[in-house]
C-alpha cells in the first residue's frame, strides 16, 4: 500500500467567504487562497482610488444606513455610552 504525503500547497482547507450577502464554503489549497486574497486586495485598491470611494454594495444595506431610524437611534448609543463613559471616569478620578 502506497502512502501519499501532501505537502502543503497541495493540502486542501475548507475556506469560508462573505461576499454580497452570499456565503460560499470551498476546499482550496493555499496557493488558490493567496490568488483569492490578493485578487480581492486589488479589488479594494481599485475602489479606493475611485473619487467615490467605497459604497455599499447592497442598496437595501444602502437604505438601512442612511434611514432616519438607524441614524436616531445611533445617537442615542452613543450619548449613553459617553454618558457611562463620563460616571466611569469620575468614579475612579481621585478628585471626586
Known sequence: MEER???PE???QQLTIFYNGR???SDVTELQAKAILILANRERDERMKS???WEPVSPTLKSQVNSPNT???MKRSLQR???KRKTRIQ???PYH
Open 5 to 7: 504525503i501532501e505537502s
Open 51 to 53: 473619487p467615490t470611494g
Open 91 to 93: 468614579a475612579t478620578s
Open 71 to 73: 441614524t436616531l437611534s
Open 81 to 83: 455610552f459617553l454618558q
Open 23 to 25: 456565503v460560499c464554503v
Open 10 to 12: 497541495t493540502q486542501q
